[in-house]
């Protein structure tokens, strides 16, 4: 099969490898028909994330068919259409039991300090093979795998796969209560969706904060929010504490992560950026611009474990902070509900479609933020 594969930063490439094949009695093989390029699939290209080895397959986010099943298999069959959940699962240890599906103990050999295993996300987080390929193989498939409702497209449901419920569980995590001010520090594909669930959950306003001209002007199209660059102000942080009143906003999401600009964190915090693994810059400025007593919720990915926070602010403040990998699994059906109403409207942040063999440019255009881009699809097997 064909498959995207990392080797070493900045390179990636299309290249043949063994097509998959059942590993575990639970487990069943995919033919994707779509994988999502997301924006912490930039992390492993630039070579952020320990141990992500050389030819290894990216992407966790995909949809597919299934084509082969596992003998222990019970809910799944040939022919189905699923929508697979980035992190994968066992189902039934400690923390699967209470929901925490991206905490699962059995997934993941690599450390008690990391997450369940992920696809495609380095061998930190289980070294399984991603979904941007043509085929994948998927373990624990009675657990996260769900399957397409025969009249929707892949397309409608394909960010049920992580983005969307990672912005809903972003707004969740926030308890925002009907009226509340809420700012999202990013306006990628995780923003829109979290700003967009901020307004489901009852928010009065939403700011959205960003760099990128058009990524704001998408945010304010898709979404209804007030936007600000933070690169046209001398300092975001107090720019953005006039803007609710000298107070600060009662919820504050950072949907950015490590990946912060160097000039900015040295604008902000007056620090080299390669002094830091990652650069925590937005959550630094979500601790700055949360009131007194407010919420601070993260999303957006630290991958090494050591990052700059100011906790002193947070603790003196007295913000409470909530952060985790999206439990996926347990929003599905709830999202599902939202899309098919017509509240979201997912695929309108698919801006550009590529072939598979041209995965590479789809990572350039979408690293550069380039021609408007707002998230890139990969076609493995061309349209159905």
Known sequence: MRALAYFGPGNVRVVKKPDPRIEHP?????????????????????????????????????????EEVGRDVKTLKRGDRVVVPFNISCGRCFFCERGLFANCENTNPSSNDIASGVYGYSHTTGGFEGGQAEYVRVPFADVGPTRIPE?????????????????????????IQKGETVIVFGSGPVGLFAQLSAWLMGAGRVIAV?????????????????????????????????MTGGRGADVCIDAVGMEAEGSTLERALGLKANL?????????????????????????????????VPIGTAMNKGLTLRM?????????PHLLKHIREGRIDARRI????????????????????ARGCIKCVLLPHGEA
Request: charge should be negative; aromatic fraction near 8%; hydrophobic fraction near 40%.
């Open 151 to 175: 009249d929707m497209e892949d397309e409608e449901v394909l960010f049920l796969s992580d983005i969307l419920p990672t912005g809903y569980q972003a707004a969740e995590m926030g308890e």
């Open 26 to 66: 639970q487990d069943v093989v995919l033919r994707v028909t779509r994988a999502a390029i997301c924006g912490s699939d930039l992390h492993l290209l630039h070579g952020l994330v320990p141990d992500t080895r050389v030819g290894c397959t990216l992407g966790h986010e995909f949809t597919g068919v299934v």
């Open 350 to 369: 698919i801006t550009h479609r590529f072939p598979l063999e041209r995965a590479p440019e789809a990572y350039d255009l979408f690293e550069k933020r």
């Open 324 to 332: 985790n990998q999206c439990n996926v699994k347990r929003y599905l």
């Open 276 to 308: 830091e693994a990652g650069v925590a810059t937005a959550l630094a400025w979500c601790i700055q611009t949360a009131r007194k007593g407010g919420n601070v919720s993260i999303v957006g990915v630290y991958g090494p474990p050591w990052n700059l």
């Open 210 to 242: 960003d760099r990128v001209p058009e990524r704001l002007h998408f945010a304010r199209q898709f979404n209804g929010v007030e936007i600000l660059n933070f690169e046209e102000v001398d300092d975001p942080v107090m720019t953005l504490r006039e």
